[in-house]
Nanobody, 120 residues
Framework: QVQLVESGGGLVQAGGSLRLSCAAS????????VGWFRQAPGKEREFVAS????????NYAASVKGRFTISGDNAKNTVYLQMNSLKREDTAVYYC?????????????WGQGTQVTVSS
């Protein structure tokens, strides 16, 4: 009931920047939190950042804190992930996801992902 489409990935040099977008449609009125996750080759999927629409609360993984910023534009139903000072270890497929519950950590809807590759 919620559709998510990621965009903005690409190839950048270490130290560069990218901004990812997650456009949401469908029954977005029931959404509580939107998160970004990533999965690198040979590694498990990991949490990157999340944002709550009510109150604007944000969370970040320690590996990206201070370099990445998550934000939202309610009028456009879009969440962004600004990535600065990119490192080789940031290379991964990045996914956005929607969590409906305020208390349960499970994310209910996922996008298809966008590839981010950082060269050095």
């Amino acid at each position: 009931q919620v559709q998510l489409v990621e965009s903005g990935g690409g190839l950048v040099q270490a130290g560069g920047s990218l901004r990812l977008s997650c456009a949401a449609s469908g029954r977005t009125f029931s959404s509580y939190r939107v998160g970004w996750f990533r999965q690198a080759p040979g590694k498990e999927r990991e949490f990157v950042a999340s944002i709550t629409w009510s109150g604007g609360s944000t969370n970040y993984a320690a590996s990206v804190k201070g370099r990445f910023t998550i934000s939202g534009d309610n009028a456009k139903n879009t969440v962004y992930l600004q990535m600065n000072s990119l490192k080789r270890e940031d290379t991964a497929v990045y996914y956005c996801a929607v969590r409906k519950s305020r208390t349960q950590p499970t994310y209910d809807y996922w996008g298809q992902g966008t590839q981010v590759t950082v060269s050095s």
